[in-house]
């Protein structure tokens, strides 16, 4: 499987996306908090989905699209 295609469904926290080192969580994308939060605004990054009043989530098929992108611009 390859390292992208972690999940093809469900929800991924910003924890998993962003990483967390103190809890030895890889990131998928290197990127601050704050970055990420900006560049939801900008629309560089999808929107999360609220799962509860305090918590939100990402589409698993989302990130994994835009971490496809990324790498296409690579090329």
Same mark, same amino acid.
């Given at each position: 499987?390859? !390292?992208?295609?972690? #999940?093809?469904?469900?929800?991924?926290?910003?924890? !998993?996306?962003?990483?967390? +080192?103190?809890?030895?969580?890889?990131?998928?994308?290197?990127?601050?908090?704050?970055? =990420?939060?900006?560049?939801?605004?900008?629309?560089?990054? +999808?929107?999360?989905?609220?799962?509860?009043?305090?918590?939100?989530? =990402?589409?698993?098929? %989302?990130?994994?699209? #835009?971490?496809? %992108?990324?790498?296409?611009?690579?090329?």
């Amino acid at each position: 499987m390859n !390292q992208n295609q972690f #999940l093809s469904t469900g929800y991924l926290r910003l924890c !998993q996306i962003i990483g967390h +080192p103190k809890s030895g969580i890889p990131a998928l994308l290197p990127v601050s908090r704050s970055t =990420w939060y900006k560049g939801i605004q900008t629309g560089r990054y +999808p929107k999360p989905i609220k799962i509860s009043e305090r918590c939100s989530a =990402w589409k698993a098929s %989302d990130i994994n699209r #835009l971490i496809n %992108d990324f790498q296409e611009n690579e090329k």
